[in-house]
C-alpha cells in the first residue's frame, strides 16, 4: 500500500470534514501496513474537531503500531496534548518529559509542556522552560503554528 491513499481524507480534515475522513480512515484500516499513520488520521480528525476523549485512543492505537519517526513524534506529542486537554495533567505531564528529552530540537512541545507544569501549579519549572525557549530558540513557524492551540489552552487555564 502506497501512503498516496491518505491523502484525500487528509484533505477532507484539512476542508473540516471531520466525519467523512474519518469514515474514509475506517475504510483503509483492514489494509495492511499503513495502520499506524491511519490511526494517527483519525486522531486527528477527532482532535481537530474537539473530540479529545475519542481521539485518545487512536493516539494509543497509533502508537501500537509501525510509524515514521516523524509519525511517532506527531502520535506521542498528540497524546500528551489530548491527556492535557482532557484535565490528565500527571500523564500529560511524563510524556511531555519524555518528548522533550526525546525531542529536545521539537521546539513547539516547550509550550504545551509549559502549560501542562502550570496546570500541576509547577509554576517555576514552567517559566524555565519558557525563558529558556525564548533565549535559546527565537519564534519559529513551528511555534507560531500551535498559536490558536496554545491560545485556546491559555484561555482554558485562566477559567
Known amino acids: 500500500m502506497h ?6 481524507p ?7 470534514d471531520f466525519a467523512k475522513s474519518r469514515q474514509v480512515l475506517f475504510d483503509l484500516i483492514n489494509s495492511g501496513e499503513l495502520s499506524g ?4 488520521n483519525i486522531a486527528w480528525a477527532y482532535d481537530n474537531e474537539g473530540l479529545e476523549q475519542e481521539a485518545l485512543e487512536y493516539y494509543k492505537k497509533a502508537l501500537q503500531e509501525k510509524l515514521s519517526l516523524n509519525d511517532t513524534f506527531e502520535a506521542t506529542f498528540g497524546l500528551a496534548c489530548t491527556y492535557s486537554s482532557l484535565g490528565e495533567y500527571n ?8 518528548l522533550h528529552k526525546s525531542y529536545p530540537l521539537a521546539t513547539e512541545v516547550i509550550p504545551f509542556y509549559a502549560l501542562c507544569l502550570n496546570a500541576l501549579h509547577k509554576k517555576d519549572e514552567a517559566l524555565q522552560l519558557l525563558f529558556n525557549l525564548i533565549i535559546d530558540h527565537p519564534p519559529t513557524k513551528e511555534i507560531f503554528a500551535y498559536k490558536p492551540a496554545m491560545t485556546q489552552y ?6
Open 3 to 8: 501512503i498516496d491513499i491518505l491523502n484525500h
Open 10 to 16: 487528509i484533505l477532507l480534515r484539512k476542508n473540516k
Open 37 to 40: 499513520a491511519i490511526y494517527l
Open 91 to 98: 500523564q500529560a505531564e511524563l510524556i511531555f518529559i519524555e
Open 154 to 159: 491559555i484561555r482554558e487555564l485562566e477559567c
